[in-house]
C-alpha cells in the first residue's frame, strides 16, 4: 500500500474542503422562484392538498367561530332567562369542537402524506439527476455535500412543505377570520388593535431577514462537518495508521463548534423575537382591557363581546407568532430548495449520440486530441494527441506518474470531451455513438476495483442484464476467479458470498480479479486496465497479470494496458511513450531498445 500518496491524498482533500465549505459551485441560479416551484410539486397530488386545504379551511373557520360563541355564552348566563340559549349555544360548541378535532385530522394527515410525498419525488428526480451528470460535475462537488442534499436537506423541504405552509395558511385563515369578526363586534376597539400591528409586522420582517441569512450559513457549516465526517470515516485505516484521530477529531470538533455557533445565534434571535412577541402581545390584551372596559362600563359593549374580543386578540396574536415559526421552516425549506434545484439545474453538456455501438470492432483512433480538465482550464493535460489502435491490437500507455495516461482513458470512455481534436471508434467520432451502448462495449478495470455491498455474483453481473451462469463461470475463469470463489473453505457461499462494508472483505488480488471479471462478463470489443496490478503483491499480481496474458493471448479484443511494470508490457502490439502530456515515442518494445541504442550510439 502507498501510505504515502494516500496521506498526500488525504491533506490535499483537507486543503481543498476549507475552499469548498461555504459554497456548492453548481454554476447556474436557479430560474423563477423556488418556492412556486415547490408548490408545483404538491400540485402533482391534487387530491391530497383538495383534501388537506379542506380540512384546514373547516378547522380554521371553526376556531374562528369558538371565541364567538363564548362571548354569546358569557352574555346567555348574565342573563336570568338564558338557560335555554345556554343549552343552544352548548350544543354548537360541542358541534363545532367535533367538527375541528374531525377536520384537524384530515389536515395533518392530508399535508403529512403530501410531505412524504414531495419528499420521494424530490429525492429521487435529484438522484436521477445527480447520477446522469458529466463526471466533470463531481469533480467540483464533494459527494459528502451531494449526499447531505440528497438526505437532511430533502427531510428540511419535507418539514417546511408540509407542517410549515399548512400551518401558515391556517393561521392566516384564522387571522383574517378573527378580524372580520372583530370589526363586526366592535370597529372602533379594531382600530386600537390597528395600532400594533404594523410595529409587530416591522418586527416580524427584520426577524425573518435575519434567520434566513444564519439558517443559509446554518445548512453550509453542516455540509462542510458532514464533509470532514465522511472524509475520515472513509479512510479509517490511513487516519489510524498516521494516529491522527485526535487532529481530525479536533477538526471535527472545530467544524462542529461553528454549527454550535451559529445555531447558538438562532436560538438567541428567536428567543429575542419570541420575548418581544409576549411583551407586545400581552400590551396589546392591556390596551384591550382597559379601552374596551371603558366602553362596557359606557355601556356601548357587552361582556360578552369584550370577552371575544380579548380572545379573538389573543388567536391573532398567537396566529402572528405561529406563522412566524413556521416562517422559519418555509425559509429553511426555500433556501435548500435553492440548493437542491440550482443542481437539478445544472447543465450536462456531454450530449449522447444515438448510434449503436454494438458492431464497433475495436478500431480506435485519436486525432490531434488536446485537453484541459474543466476544473483546471490554465492547465493543458493532453497535448495534440495522435494515436491509432487497430482492432485486436494491445497497446501500453507508459510514462511519468502524472503524464495524462488515465486521462486518455477517461477521454475514450468519454468522461469528459476533448478540448480539440477528435476520437473515433472505427473511423466514426465518439460524439455520434450512444454512451450507454459504448460502454457495454469498454471493459475498464481500475487500479483500485470497488465493489458495490452484495454478492459476488451480483458484483460480477453489474451492468448486464441478461447472462447465463456459463457466461459467469467463463469471465471468472477468464479473470482467474473461477478457482477461489469455488474453493469452499474460502468462501463457502461462493458466488453467494456477500462482499462490501457488511459482508466479507477480499483481498486486493482478489477483489481485482473480481473486477476484471465483471469487466468480461459483458464481452467487450475493448478492455482498459489502468494500473491493474500496481496495488497488488507479486503472488496477486501474478494471478491478475497471467488473467490478462491470457486474455492478450486470444487476440480478440482491443487491449489498452496503463503499465508500470516492464513485464506487464513486454509483449504489446505498441508501446506509447507520454511525457508531459504528449506522445514522445512509440512503437514495439524491440524498436524502443533499438531507438535507445542508436540515440547513446550517435
Ligand atoms: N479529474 C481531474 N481534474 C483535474 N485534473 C486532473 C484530474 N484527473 C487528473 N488530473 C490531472 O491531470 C494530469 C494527468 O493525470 P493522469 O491521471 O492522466 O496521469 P497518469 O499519467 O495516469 O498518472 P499516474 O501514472 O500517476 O496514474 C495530472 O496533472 C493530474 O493532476
Redesign the pocket.
Known amino acids: 500500500m502507498n501510505f504515502d500518496a494516500d496521506y498526500q491524498k488525504i491533506q490535499e482533500e483537507k486543503k481543498s474542503r476549507t475552499a469548498i465549505e461555504s459554497e456548492i459551485s453548481i454554476g447556474n441560479k436557479p430560474k423563477g422562484s423556488n418556492f412556486m416551484r415547490l408548490i408545483r410539486y404538491s400540485w402533482k397530488h391534487k387530491l391530497l392538498l383538495f383534501l388537506g386545504n379542506f380540512g384546514l379551511l373547516v378547522t380554521s373557520l371553526s376556531m374562528v367561530a369558538l371565541p364567538y360563541l363564548t362571548g354569546q355564552m358569557i352574555d346567555t348566563i348574565t342573563k336570568s332567562d338564558g338557560k335555554e340559549d345556554l343549552n343552544k349555544l352548548t350544543f354548537y360548541f360541542i358541534i363545532l369542537t367535533i367538527v375541528s378535532a374531525v377536520f384537524t385530522f384530515v389536515r395533518a394527515y392530508a399535508y403529512n402524506i403530501l410531505g412524504e410525498k414531495i419528499t420521494f419525488d424530490l429525492r429521487n428526480e435529484l438522484f436521477q439527476k445527480l447520477i446522469t451528470k458529466d463526471i466533470e460535475f463531481f469533480?467540483s462537488n464533494r459527494s459528502g455535500e451531494l449526499i447531505s442534499r440528497l438526505s437532511s436537506d430533502i427531510s428540511v423541504i419535507n418539514k417546511g412543505a408540509n407542517d410549515s405552509i399548512s400551518m401558515i395558511l391556517k393561521n392566516a385563515v384564522q387571522f383574517i377570520g378573527s378580524l372580520i369578526l372583530l370589526w363586526f363586534i366592535s370597529w372602533n376597539l379594531t382600530l386600537v388593535l390597528f395600532c400594533v400591528i404594523p410595529p409587530f409586522t416591522i418586527i416580524v420582517i427584520l426577524f425573518v431577514r435575519s434567520y434566513k441569512k444564519l439558517t443559509k450559513e446554518y445548512q453550509q457549516a453542516v455540509a462542510a462537518s458532514t464533509q470532514i465526517a465522511s472524509e475520515v470515516l472513509g479512510n479509517m485505516r490511513i487516519v489510524r495508521s498516521f494516529s491522527t484521530e485526535e487532529k481530525e477529531g479536533s477538526q471535527y470538533q472545530n467544524a462542529t463548534s461553528t454549527v454550535y455557533g451559529i445555531g447558538n445565534k438562532i436560538a438567541i434571535l428567536g428567543s429575542q423575537f419570541m420575548s418581544i412577541g409576549i411583551l407586545l402581545g400581552y400590551a396589546v390584551i392591556l390596551a384591550i382591557l382597559y379601552y374596551g372596559g371603558s366602553l362596557v362600563i359606557e355601556d356601548k359593549l357587552t361582556i360578552g363581546d369584550l370577552s371575544s374580543f380579548v380572545l379573538y386578540t389573543l388567536t391573532m396574536t398567537i396566529s402572528i407568532l405561529a406563522v412566524s415559526g413556521f416562517m422559519n421552516q418555509m425559509i429553511s425549506a426555500a433556501a435548500v430548495s435553492e440548493k437542491i434545484f440550482s443542481i437539478m439545474d445544472h447543465p450536462v453538456k456531454i450530449q449522447n449520440g444515438s448510434l449503436d455501438a454494438q458492431k464497433i470492432t475495436g478500431e480506435i483512433t485519436l486525432k490531434n486530441v488536446t485537453f484541459q480538465?474543466p476544473?483546471?482550464s490554465n492547465v493543458t493535460?493532453l497535448k495534440s494527441i495522435d494515436l491509432e489502435i487497430k482492432k485486436g491490437e494491445v497497446v501500453a500507455l507508459v510514462?511519468q506518474?502524472?503524464?495524462?495516461?488515465?486521462?486518455i482513458v477517461q477521454l475514450l470512455e468519454r468522461f469528459y470531451d476533448s478540448t480539440e481534436g477528435q476520437i473515433l471508434f472505427d473511423n466514426i467520432d465518439i460524439k455520434e455513438y450512444n454512451q450507454q451502448k459504448l460502454h457495454q462495449t469498454i471493459g475498464f478495470v481500475a487500479q483500485e476495483p470497488t465493489l458495490f455491498s452484495g454478492t459476488l455474483k451480483e458484483n460480477i453481473t453489474y451492468g448486464v442484464s441478461a447472462y447465463s451462469q456459463e457466461d459467469i463461470d467463463n469471465a471468472m475463469k477468464l479473470a482467474n476467479a473461477y478457482e477461489f470463489v469455488s474453493n469452499k473453505q474460502i468462501f463457502p457461499d461462493g458466488l453467494d458470498t456477500i462482499v462490501g462494508e457488511r459482508g466479507v472483505k477480499l483481498s486486493g488480488g482478489q477483489k481485482q480479479r473480481i473486477a476484471i471479471a465483471r469487466a468480461l462478463i459483458k464481452n467487450p470489443k475493448i478492455l482498459i486496465f489502468d494500473?491493474a496490478t500496481s496495488a497488488l503483491d507479486s503472488e496477486s499480481e501474478f494471478q491478475v497479470q497471467s488473467a490478462i496474458d491470457g486474455l492478450v493471448s486470444t487476440g480478440q479484443k482491443t487491449i489498452i494496458i496503463?503499465a508500470h511494470r516492464l513485464s506487464t508490457i513486454i509483449n504489446s502490439n505498441k508501446i506509447v511513450v507520454?511525457q508531459n502530456g504528449e506522445i514522445v515515442e512509440q512503437g514495439r518494445h524491440q524498436d524502443l531498445i533499438e531507438k535507445k541504442m542508436e540515440s547513446i550510439n550517435s
Open positions: 469533480d480538465y476544473t483546471k493535460t510514462g506518474s502524472g503524464s495524462g495516461k488515465s486521462t494500473e496503463i507520454i
